[in-house]
């Protein structure tokens, strides 16, 4: 579906989806970035790269990174939310 606002920025969002993490299931949709609800650190399997943590997240946070897993293991953030 085109969008016919007159000022649409192709970066912002159109999708969201929950993120719970798991040690072993991967995301399999490909995301612009993670919403933070609520900070802590964040233990993730980057896109293209290794694993990798993300310390002192900070409440209500959008973090423009793209990762094929987020680790319950060593993930102290929560209400985690893809967007796209």
Do not use: C
Request: hydrophobic fraction near 45%; charge should be negative.
């Amino acid at each position: 579906m085109t969008s016919t606002f007159k000022y649409d920025n192709p970066y912002s969002a159109v999708v969201a989806f929950e993120v719970i993490p798991d040690d072993d299931a991967e995301i399999t949709t490909l995301h612009k970035g993670l919403w933070i609800g609520a900070g802590g650190t964040l233990r993730v399997k980057m896109w293209e790269s290794g694993i990798v943590e993300f310390k002192g997240l900070v409440d209500g946070y959008l973090l423009p990174i793209r990762v094929r897993k987020v680790f319950a293991l060593g993930t102290t953030a929560t209400d985690i939310v893809a967007v796209q």
